[in-house]
């Protein structure tokens, strides 16, 4: 098993989908963002222990997640576990409960029709809901190499804002004021070294409560980053220099370096789109892009934060 954890809107979904192009992986996105861990979103080391069993029953179960929102995101790419009929019929299948779920609401939630891998394939799952998990993740499943992706905080908290600007997320409150998110953040020990409180969060203005929200969680999976079973790398690494990241990542994955992962890579870097949910991107914009768009006040906010975790080749301004 492979997993891929990291922050929203971090590129998790363009790198998730070169990993899905592989021939042999079979691809699950966001299980727990639809099949939620009933655990803290925060765990420190001293706490693995208890939470370990449950942890450990979620990953033995993870396949069983297949809502058309995890199983069903398109394009599917030819795997050597189907035949072409059968690639075929999935992806008629999934496009057709794609097509009527906006006329059905019920089938967003239901599952497609697929025909799955019943061996000789490597499951993996992404996830932007478990960055303080990673040290029970970790320990629950030895064998499961986790990538944990981080991308500069400017580009982070540029793109939620940009996102809440544009209504592109579900839920009605705005990030910056999810007071049980930032709650629970204060369970970690950055927080409480900081001495961080919710009145403090509450006064600062939008961009400083998310570059508290991005360290804490930064610092979280650095806390992880040298188990034997997890890489961190930089989204930005990957977006410079493509063809050497991705054949590393492979490589710590246990996976060739496929081809249709090469075509994958050249088709989605070959081309720009501004569309926020997009995983077309010239990849220097697509890192650069918050240079232009940020408020200076903002970007002097996050720094300020951040700043003792900007000095390194790729985060530099």
Request: aromatic residues 12%; charged residues 20%.
């Amino acid at each position: 098993m492979l997993a891929m954890i990291g922050m929203p809107r971090s590129g998790t979904t363009w790198v998730a989908k070169a990993i899905d192009s592989h021939p042999d992986t079979y691809y699950l996105h966001e299980p727990d963002s639809v099949k939620r861990m009933n655990i803290p979103q925060i765990i420190s080391a001293e706490q693995v222990d208890e939470y370990l069993p449950y942890v450990n029953d979620y990953l033995k179960q993870i396949e069983t997640v297949d809502s058309l929102k995890v199983v069903g995101r398109l394009p599917y790419y030819p795997k050597r576990y189907l035949n072409n009929l059968q690639l075929n019929f999935n992806r008629l299948s999934a496009l057709t409960y794609k097509s009527l779920s906006q006329f059905f609401n019920s089938l967003a939630k239901s599952s497609p029709i697929l025909i799955k891998p019943k061996k000789h394939h490597v499951t993996f799952w992404k996830s932007i809901e478990s960055m303080g998990r990673v040290s029970v993740l970790s320990r629950a499943n030895p064998s499961m190499k986790m990538l944990l992706l981080v991308r500069h905080p400017c580009a982070v908290i540029n793109s939620e804002l940009r996102g809440e600007a544009q209504n592109k997320f579900a839920s009605k409150t705005p990030v910056y004021e999810n007071w049980g998110l930032f709650e629970n953040l204060l369970a970690s020990d950055t927080a409480k070294q900081q001495q961080l409180t919710l009145e403090a969060i509450k006064q600062m203005r939008p961009a400083q409560r998310l570059a508290w929200k991005w360290r804490i969680f930064y610092e979280q999976l650095l806390t992880q980053a040298e188990q034997d079973n997890c890489i961190l790398m930089q989204y930005e690494y990957l977006c410079v220099k493509p063809m050497q990241g991705f054949e590393e990542l492979l490589q710590f994955f246990g996976l060739s370096f496929d081809q249709q992962v090469k075509d994958y890579l050249i088709a989605s870097t070959s081309s720009h789109s501004d569309s926020y949910y997009s995983t077309s991107k010239d990849p220097l914009k697509a890192m650069q892009g918050w240079k232009s768009k940020l408020p200076e006040q903002d970007i002097a906010d996050i720094s300020e934060i951040c700043q003792q975790h900007l000095n390194n080749e790729y985060w530099q301004s």
